[in-house]
C-alpha cells in the first residue's frame, strides 16, 4: 500500500494541474489521487508520491509532468452517455441546425473527447437519423490526453465498452468485430477528425461550428477558466448555433450573443440568428 503524501506534495499536484490543464485538484482527493498515480510510480521505479514530487521538481517540463497531468484527468466515457442529452439532440437540436446547413458542411465540435465514444455516438446519430446521401457531416473532436486521444482515433472498444449505450441496432451497423472487441466501422470513420487541445491556452484556428459539446468538462474549471473557455467557445458558433452543456451542468456565465436555454431538461447556450 503506497505511503499517503504530504499537504505540500498535495499542494504541488494542484499547481502542476491547475497549469497544465486548468483542472482543479479539490482538496479531499489525495486518496484518489494516490491511486491514479500509482501506475506513474510503478512505470518510474518510484516508491512514495514524494519521490515523484522530486523528480518533477528536478526535471523541466516533459513527459513525466504529462503522465502526471493525464493520470489525475478524468476519462470517464460511454456510447451515448446521458440518454436525456442524446434525446434532445435527436428530436430538437440538430434537425433545425442540419436544415440550417444546407449548401455546405455542418460542423460540430466536440471539446473534451476523452476516449472517444461522444464523437463517435455523434456521428452514429448523424448518419443514422439525418444522412439522406447528400448532407456531409464534420466533427471536429479534441482533449488535452494524447493517449485519450489515440485511443479515441483507433476507434477500437472492448466488448464491454462496445455494449455500454449502443442498441443492438446501431452496434450492429456502426461497430464491427475487431480481435475481440468492436471497432467503428469504415461508415463514419471519415467523419470525425481528432486533434489535440488544451481548452485553457490558445486554440488553433478551429473554424465556425454549427454545434458545439462542452459536455462534463467545465466542472472541473475554476469560474475564471469556465467563463473564459465560454466566451471563446460562443464566439465559434454560427448564427442560431447550439453550445450543448452535461445534463447536470448549467451555465454560470452567459456570453455576449448567447442566450440560455433549454431543450427538455438538458441545458444549452444558443447563439442568434
Same mark, same amino acid.
Given at each position: ?10 499542494? +504541488? ?36 508520491? @514524494? ?10 517540463? @516533459? ?15 460511454? +456510447? ?14 440538430? *434537425? ?47 482533449? $488535452? ?31 464491427? *468485430? ?9 461508415? $463514419?470513420? *471519415?467523419?470525425?477528425? +481528432? ?13 465556425? +461550428?454549427?454545434? $458545439? ?36 451542468? $448549467?451555465?454560470?456565465?452567459? *456570453? ?18
Amino acid at each position: 500500500m503506497l505511503s499517503p503524501m504530504t499537504q505540500d506534495e498535495f499542494q +504541488f499536484l494542484q499547481k502542476l494541474m491547475r497549469d497544465r490543464s486548468a483542472n482543479v485538484l479539490e482538496a479531499g482527493k489525495e486518496s484518489t489521487t494516490v491511486m491514479r498515480l500509482s501506475p506513474v510510480l510503478k512505470a518510474e521505479g518510484l516508491t512514495t508520491i @514524494g519521490d515523484l514530487v522530486k523528480k518533477l521538481r528536478a526535471t523541466g517540463v @516533459g513527459r513525466l509532468h504529462t503522465q502526471v497531468v493525464e493520470s489525475l484527468t478524468v476519462h470517464e466515457s460511454s +456510447f451515448f452517455r446521458d440518454p436525456p442529452v442524446w434525446s434532445a439532440l435527436r428530436e430538437h437540436v440538430l *434537425p433545425p441546425l442540419v436544415r440550417a446547413s444546407a449548401g455546405r458542411p455542418f460542423r460540430a465540435w466536440c471539446g473534451a473527447t476523452s476516449l472517444g465514444q461522444e464523437p463517435w455516438s455523434l456521428a452514429i446519430t448523424l448518419k443514422r437519423w439525418f444522412y439522406t446521401g447528400t448532407e456531409q457531416f464534420h466533427i471536429t473532436a479534441t482533449d $488535452i490526453s494524447e493517449k485519450a486521444l489515440a485511443y479515441a482515433m483507433a476507434g477500437r472498444y472492448t466488448a464491454l465498452e462496445a455494449s455500454r449505450g449502443l442498441s443492438p441496432e446501431l452496434s450492429q451497423r456502426f461497430l464491427k *468485430p475487431d480481435a475481440g472487441g468492436m471497432s467503428v466501422s469504415a461508415d $463514419i470513420r *471519415p467523419m470525425v477528425q +481528432f486533434r489535440r487541445l488544451n481548452l485553457c491556452q490558445d486554440w488553433p484556428d478551429l473554424g465556425q +461550428f454549427d454545434l $458545439i459539446l462542452m459536455r462534463n468538462v467545465l466542472y472541473y474549471f475554476d469560474p475564471v477558466d469556465r467563463r473564459s473557455v465560454l466566451d471563446r467557445a460562443a464566439r465559434l458558433l454560427y448564427p442560431g448555433g447550439v453550445l450543448l452543456l452535461g445534463a447536470g451542468e $448549467i451555465a454560470t456565465h452567459t *456570453p455576449r450573443d448567447l442566450t440560455p436555454h433549454r431543450f427538455g431538461t438538458v441545458p444549452a447556450l444558443r447563439r442568434g440568428c
